[in-house]
T-cell receptor, first 117, second 111 residues
Framework: GAGVSQSPSNKVTEKGKDVELRCDPI?????LYWYRQRLGQGLEFLIYFQGNSAPDKSGLPSDRFSAERTGESVSTLTIQRTQQEDSAVYLC???????????????FGPGTRLTVL | SQQGEEDPQALSIQEGENATMNCSYKTSINNLQWYRQNSGRGLVHLILIRSNEREKHSGRLRVTLDTSKKSSSLLITASRAADTASYFCAAPMNRDDKIIFGKGTRLHILP
């Protein structure tokens, strides 16, 4: 596929369960972002991967949130012990980006809508 | 942390009118980007303006950048119903590669 894909598209879980969200970036894109968007709100930065550098985790809201990325491929965002406040759309984006160069547009996936009951 | 802040938060105009949205940012940037979001899903890149540019056009879109005021505006001319969406500005944080988005302007085009 040519674009960023995310799975699942929708996830309903019970409070206290762990969830894992997946993002497949565009091949060759070194930068990958995760965002959270609550209903009617803006994008909340969560975490940023750039190549093999240590990820920027400054946006993760709590230690229940973690993300991994292997090389320049798939990334997974894990939320442990989910809470109702975690309900949101989780968006992933990738860009063809080199360190020190931000002149690259981000390509977004369709998002995963997470509902915590 | 917030880099871009859009204004207004919501805007309703009649079809055919022009829509103007503004964005203010905090730190020095090398470029600023505008994105559109339909139906709460993925965003689509609209236009990028570099810090040495003052104005840029793309179809019915016109973007301005005033680095002295740390502000940008997005003008959509001759609006159409299909322009109904949320619009976000985004800029790199402190010249770092990390792009930070504002909270967006919800634009509604009335028939």
């Amino acid at each position: 596929g040519a674009g960023v894909s995310q799975s699942p598209s929708n996830k309903v879980t019970e409070k206290g369960k762990d969830v894992e969200l997946r993002c497949d970036p565009i091949s060759g894109h070194t930068a990958l972002y995760w965002y959270r968007q609550r209903l009617g709100q803006g994008l909340e930065f969560l975490i940023y991967f750039q190549g093999n550098s240590a990820p920027d985790k400054s946006g993760l809201p709590s230690d229940r949130f973690s993300a991994e990325r292997t090389g320049e491929s798939v990334s997974t965002l894990t939320i442990q012990r989910t809470q109702q406040e975690d309900s949101a759309v989780y968006l992933c984006a990738s860009s063809l980006s080199h360190a020190g160069n931000s002149y690259n547009e981000q390509f977004f996936g369709p998002g995963t809508r997470l509902t915590v009951l | 942390s917030q880099q871009g802040e859009e204004d207004p938060q919501a805007l309703s105009i009649q079809e055919g009118e022009n829509a103007t949205m503004n964005c203010s940012y905090k730190t020095s940037i090398n470029n600023l980007q505008w994105y559109r979001q339909n139906s709460g899903r993925g965003l689509v890149h609209l236009i990028l303006i570099r810090s040495n540019e003052r104005e840029k056009h793309s179809g019915r879109l016109r973007v301005t950048l005033d680095t002295s005021k740390k502000s940008s505006s997005l003008l959509i001319t001759a609006s159409r119903a299909a322009d109904t969406a949320s619009y976000f500005c985004a800029a790199p944080m402190n010249r770092d590669d990390k792009i930070i988005f504002g909270k967006g302007t919800r634009l509604h085009i009335l028939p």
